[in-house]
């Protein structure tokens, strides 16, 4: 069901506000300089207002209903449209969310339209609304469509600085050794700062346009500056998330170059065994030679008759034996 919110500022700069809808004649009305409506979770009821009582065209709405998530900015002679996104990004499905919200407004009025998943955002907006209303609806409604863009804006701050945290925790992990926990990780931030940049850059495009377009009756002077605002804000939210971009390819880099270490390591143990394999090996290959000459049972060897020749046989390969481990040793194979 749809709930409203309607702020209207009379000919006293007084502030009113009001949640019936049936008010809006009155606040459209020779007594009042400035109307905003909030509308959550809009519906049929609500587009029938829309075009009652604000002369919203049919084909605008229409618009507005095929916008298939993109983000717009339109213009007709009486009024500016803009439909904008809160951008989510949901690790787990390692997909982004779009929450899409539509602002249509002139110097005279401003409407809002949102779902309850952006009910925070538009909440905040109201209480500023109430709480300061000579810093908002009071000057200009560019000054409410400002601060609806600024704190979906600012809404980004605390989530981009947990991904940087996350980064550094991430880029400790990776000095002390890889894994393949830290590899997923490490793409799962690749692929969220791509979802980041292609959900944001069409975002900037959409608020340069504003700017550029800002005019009557869409806009005054003063509010042309505070959109310039807006676009710089959302430039630097871009370069925020390329700093993590390039934070990503780094702590990548550290994974790559502690994985190539623990490879050169595994290599050079696995090295070390196969060295002293093959000293076994070489020791072994005289005495095997010996032991095979005279394993051969043939009673007419000359040198099986010499006395103690056993005893010889034996002080032979010693002395092989400890002559190559001597020679290993020189030469530093074990």
């Not at 590899?183 to 850059?201: A, D, E, P």
Request: aromatic content about 12%.
């Amino acid at each position: 069901m749809a709930e409203y919110f309607l702020y209207a500022v009379d000919n006293g700069n007084m502030l009113r506000k009001s949640e019936d809808v049936l008010n809006i004649p009155e606040f459209l009305g020779e007594g009042y300089s400035r109307v905003w409506l909030d509308i959550q979770e809009p519906d049929g009821q609500s587009m029938q207002i829309l075009t009652d009582h604000f002369g919203i065209h049919v084909a605008t709405l229409k618009e507005l209903n095929s916008s298939n998530g993109r983000p717009q900015l339109f213009f007709t002679e009486d009024y500016a449209c803009l439909v904008f996104q809160r951008i989510f990004y949901n690790f787990k499905t390692e997909s982004s969310e779009p929450r899409e919200f539509i602002i249509l407004f002139n110097t005279h009025w401003v409407i809002t339209l949102h779902k309850a998943h952006l009910g925070r955002t538009f909440r905040s907006v109201r209480m500023l609304v109430e709480e300061c209303p000579s810093e908002t609806i009071l000057k200009s409604t560019g000054y409410v469509v400002f601060q609806v863009l600024e704190l979906v804006l600012r809404d980004y701050a605390p989530v981009i600085d947990e991904w940087q945290e996350s980064l550094d925790t991430l880029e400790h992990s990776a000095l002390k050794g890889s894994g393949e926990v830290i590899m997923q990780q490490i793409l799962q931030f690749k692929k969220l700062v791509t979802h980041m940049r292609r959900s944001l850059s069409p975002q900037r495009e959409v608020l340069n346009r504003l700017f550029e377009r800002s005019r009557q009756p869409y806009a005054d002077a003063e509010t042309k500056a505070l959109f310039k605002i807006t676009v710089d804000d959302l430039i630097h939210l871009l370069h925020e998330v390329e700093s993590l971009s390039t934070h990503a390819g780094s702590v990548f880099e550290i994974y790559a170059t502690v994985l190539a270490l623990e490879t050169s390591e595994a290599s050079n143990k696995l090295n070390l065994v196969m060295q002293r394999l093959n000293v076994i090996t070489c020791i072994f290959l005289p005495l095997s030679f010996v032991v095979g000459v005279y394993g051969m049972n043939i009673p007419d060897m000359p040198e099986v008759h010499i006395p103690h020749f056993y005893v010889y046989l034996w002080l032979f390969m010693g002395t092989v034996t400890i002559g190559m481990l001597y020679m290993f040793k020189k030469l530093k194979w074990f």
